[in-house]
C-alpha cells in the first residue's frame, strides 16, 4: 500500500515537475576575504545574491569565480528534521505505519569540506548518506497535493551517527545532533523531482551506499504534508530522506562522499577529537 501511495503522488506532481524543471538553477553560501554571501552558480562564476535565494536574494551585480572562495553550507535552517528508518533497506522486518521523526540542533550543520569530528569518548561513528530538500515557504497542515509547492530545492547530506550513543541514550539527540554531525552541501539545486534521484555514498574512494529516493518508504511530497501537520516549516528549514543499507564506521583520517543526483558531490573529512 505504501509504493501504492508513493505512485499516486508522483503522478500528482508530475506536471509540477516537469514546470520545475524550466527553473533549474544552482545556489551557494560561500566565503571570501572573511564575508559570507548568498549566490547563484552559473558555471564557475558566482553570481553575489542580497539574501538566501529562498529568501527572495536578488543579483547585486557583483561576480567571483567559484575556484577564488570557500563554500560553506548552502543553507542556514532554523529546523531540521530528520526521517529514521524510511528506506527498507535500512531496516529489519515490517516499515512502520508512519514516517520516524528526529530533530536535530540548527547549528550540527556544516558545509562542504567542513571536518566532521568523532567526539573522544564515542567508538562507533557511522556514515548516512542522504538527500535533503530544503523549504521555500511557511508550511503549516500542507495538503499532499501541494507538497511540492513547499519545496525549494535539494542538497546532499552526510548524517554522522554515534551508534554507542545511539543505543545506550534515551533519545537520538547526542548521537545524531552533535557539534559538526551534519554535514550539507556543496549546492542547492531548483528544478529537481526529489522523489527521484540516485544518491551513492564512497567512504575513501570506495562505494559503500547507493539507493535512489524513489526507494524511499515515505517520499518528500508525504513528509512535507506529514512534518506540516505537527510543525511550522520556515523557508530554509530542512528535511532528510533518511539513509538505506547497512551503514559502517568511520574512523580518523578517513573521506566519506556523499553525491546526490544532478546536486554534486559532498565531500566530509573525519577527524577524532583528542
Given amino acids: 500500500?505504501?509504493?501504492?501511495?508513493?505512485?499516486?503522488?508522483?503522478g500528482l506532481v508530475v506536471s509540477g515537475a516537469l514546470a520545475a524543471s524550466a527553473q533549474a538553477a544552482e545556489y551557494v553560501r560561500y566565503e571570501q576575504n572573511g564575508v559570507v554571501s548568498w549566490g547563484e552558480l552559473q558555471g564557475t562564476t558566482?553570481?553575489?545574491l542580497t539574501d538566501a535565494p529562498y529568501l527572495g536574494g536578488t543579483h547585486t551585480g557583483q561576480t567571483v569565480a567559484e575556484s577564488a572562495v570557500k563554500l560553506?553550507?548552502?543553507?542556514?535552517?532554523?529546523?531540521?528534521?530528520?526521517?529514521?528508518?524510511?528506506?527498507?533497506?535500512?531496516?529489519?522486518?515490517?516499515?512502520a505505519p508512519y514516517p520516524g521523526l528526529f530533530i536535530v540542533p540548527a547549528n550540527s550543520i556544516i558545509g562542504p569540506g567542513?571536518?566532521?569530528?568523532?567526539?573522544?569518548?564515542?567508538?562507533?561513528?557511522?556514515?548516512?548518506?542522504e538527500a535533503v530538500i530544503v523549504i521555500?515557504?511557511?508550511?503549516?497542515?500542507?495538503?499532499?497535493?501541494?507538497?511540492?509547492?513547499?519545496?525549494?530545492?535539494?542538497?546532499?547530506?552526510n548524517d554522522g551517527s554515534a551508534r554507542d550513543w545511539q543505543g545506550a541514550d534515551l533519545q537520538w539527540t547526542r548521537?545524531?545532533?552533535?557539534?559538526?554531525?551534519?554535514?550539507?552541501?556543496?549546492?542547492?539545486?531548483?528544478?529537481?523531482?526529489?522523489?527521484?534521484?540516485k544518491i551513492e555514498g564512497r567512504l575513501n574512494g570506495e562505494v559503500r551506499q547507493g539507493e535512489n529516493t524513489s526507494d524511499m518508504l515515505?517520499?518528500?511530497?508525504?513528509?512535507?504534508?506529514?512534518?506540516?501537520r505537527y510543525f511550522t516549516l520556515e523557508p530554509g528549514d530542512l528535511i532528510w530522506s533518511g539513509t538505506m543499507g547497512r551503514t559502517r564506521e568511520m574512523v580518523d583520517g578517513d573521506v566519506y562522499e556523499v553525491e546526490v543526483e544532478g546536486v554534486g558531490i559532498l565531500r566530509t573529512p573525519i577527524a577524532k577529537a583528542k
Fill in 72 to 95: 560553506k553550507a548552502p543553507v542556514e535552517p532554523e529546523l531540521v528534521v530528520m526521517t529514521a528508518l524510511n528506506f527498507r533497506s535500512h531496516i529489519t522486518g515490517d516499515p
Fill in 136 to 157: 521555500g515557504k511557511h508550511a503549516e497542515n500542507v495538503p499532499l497535493e501541494n507538497a511540492r509547492d513547499y519545496i525549494f530545492g535539494v542538497t546532499a547530506g
Fill in 218 to 228: 515515505y517520499n518528500f511530497d508525504y513528509m512535507v504534508s506529514y512534518i506540516s
Fill in 46 to 48: 558566482i553570481h553575489q
Fill in 114 to 129: 567542513e571536518t566532521m569530528v568523532i567526539p573522544s569518548d564515542s567508538n562507533n561513528f557511522h556514515y548516512e548518506a
Fill in 175 to 197: 548521537a545524531k545532533g552533535s557539534k559538526t554531525f551534519n554535514a550539507v552541501g556543496p549546492k542547492i539545486v531548483t528544478g529537481l523531482n526529489p522523489n527521484e534521484l
Fill in 1 to 10: 500500500m505504501k509504493h501504492s501511495l508513493n505512485k499516486l503522488v508522483a
